[in-house]
């Protein structure tokens, strides 16, 4: 079997690097894995013999920017006009401790496969002919959609705890039977995932849920007890609820969100949400757009574009699909925001102080009220119209 020609290795960028390491290097991981597959390329790999210094001289040898990125662990990223590539010296592990390695140069290609997780992502190809090197039966596994680990899972997992994580999100990936053992391994050290640091966790998870159909594999996960020593309020009453968001988002062709996959597996309290924003490292305004899903619609609104104003247009279309039990409930409100630009509220403070409201606190309070009647007439951007609406506001607080 070969790797058939890909589209990234006509990309110029691309042509330039693996010429300038032409001779010891071959492509790994998913790029050989997904190639195969006939699925698109995300991120392309190239595995090595050559040791980081000298790929450095010769990346910019060829005038192509080299970036240090891991040097303790042997890559470094090329960066040549339309293309961003990792290049990784061979290497066997020395010392691993379940959340770090400390690793050694190596120019044996069946050592290097041997440190890696899965035998599906421990393919090489060589980049000229497009010959496959697989040293641990990675095609039959492919052929069969089976994620299984290289060697003793146990091992695996000891030396990286996040290959459970892994484990999880390539079967929900390729769907294929799970590998009883490797499965069984994931289960009996389930507990290890509470020793890695929460930005690794939360990376495997937001990956997991984005996936065509995550049920199937969170229903396994559940079920092993694989997410209660880092996520206990996830239950399986939950899923439900994620079943119906996927059905929906994948019937009107909405990209996933992974925050709102995960808000239909928690409960809806603000609290709550978040804490596991917390846990999760989440960026403020991530945490800001999950939190907000607490505020669950009880029945889908008939002025979409007012939610969005409030709430913003994202987190609109975050409640709009939770709240939605079939596709044609929200599909018409959903549409309605693909076109939506927030407008601007055509009058200031100013112009109430030269109504007659005295400078101060009243102007607030009333250019707050006044901007609740504008958004409920539908944001008339007529500045007369506007200020007719400030009259009437004013001429109200003061009977």
Same mark, same amino acid.
């Given at each position: ?34 190639? %195969? ?10 595995? &090595? ?25 042997? &890559? ?14 061979? !290497? ?76 999880? !999100? ?29 930005? @690794? ?62 808000? &239909? ?15 999760? @490292? ?6 800001? @757009? ?5 505020? @669950? ?8 574009? +007012?939610?969005?104003?409030? +709430? ?32 601007? %509220? ?54």
């Amino acid at each position: 079997m070969k790797l058939p020609p890909q589209p990234w290795m006509a990309r110029a960028g691309a042509r330039r690097i693996l010429a300038a390491l032409d001779g010891d290097t071959r492509i790994v991981g998913g790029a050989v894995r997904d190639g %195969l597959l006939g699925l698109a390329v995300a991120d392309v790999d190239l595995a &090595t013999r050559l040791r980081p210094d000298e790929v450095i001289h010769r990346l910019e040898a060829a005038d192509i920017k080299a970036v240090p990125t891991g040097i303790a662990h042997g &890559t470094v990223t090329a960066i040549a006009e339309d293309s961003v590539i990792e290049v990784t010296t061979l !290497r066997r592990d020395v010392a691993t401790d379940g959340r770090h390695a400390e690793v050694a140069f190596s120019e044996d290609w069946r050592e290097d496969a041997g440190r890696r997780d899965f035998t599906i992502n421990a393919l090489y190809a060589d980049p000229a002919s497009g010959e496959i090197f697989d040293y641990f039966g990675g095609l039959d596994d492919l052929a069969a959609r089976c994620v299984r680990f290289i060697g003793d899972p146990l091992q695996r997992i000891a030396e990286d705890h996040l290959r459970i994580l892994r484990f999880f !999100r390539f079967h929900a990936r390729f769907g294929g039977a799970p590998h009883p053992p490797s499965l069984d391994a994931c289960a009996a050290r389930a507990n290890d995932l509470m020793a890695l640091s929460r930005e @690794r966790i939360r990376d495997e998870l937001l990956k997991l849920l984005c996936v065509a159909d995550p049920l199937p594999t969170l229903r396994l996960m559940l079920d092993r007890g694989i997410l209660a020593p880092v996520f206990p309020e996830v239950k399986p009453d939950r899923l439900g609820a994620l079943e119906r968001l996927v059905a929906i988002e994948g019937a009107l062709a909405v990209p996933c969100e992974p925050l709102r996959r995960l808000a &239909t597996l928690l409960p809806a309290e603000a609290a709550l949400l978040g804490d596991v924003a917390a846990r999760l @490292r989440l960026s403020n305004l991530e945490r800001k @757009r999950l939190v907000a899903t607490a505020d @669950r619609l009880a029945a889908i609104p008939a002025a979409p574009v +007012a939610l969005a104003y409030r +709430a913003g247009a994202d987190t609109a279309a975050d409640l709009l699909l939770l709240a939605a039990d079939a596709p044609a409930a929200v599909a018409a409100p959903l549409a309605v925001l693909r076109d939506w630009r927030e407008p601007r %509220l055509p009058i200031s403070g100013r112009d109430l102080i030269a109504l007659g409201v005295p400078m101060g606190p009243a102007v607030s309070r009333l250019l707050l009220k006044v901007e609740d009647d504008w958004v409920e007439a539908g944001f008339p951007p007529d500045r007369d119209a506007v200020l007719a609406l400030a009259r009437q506001a004013l001429a109200s607080a003061s009977r």
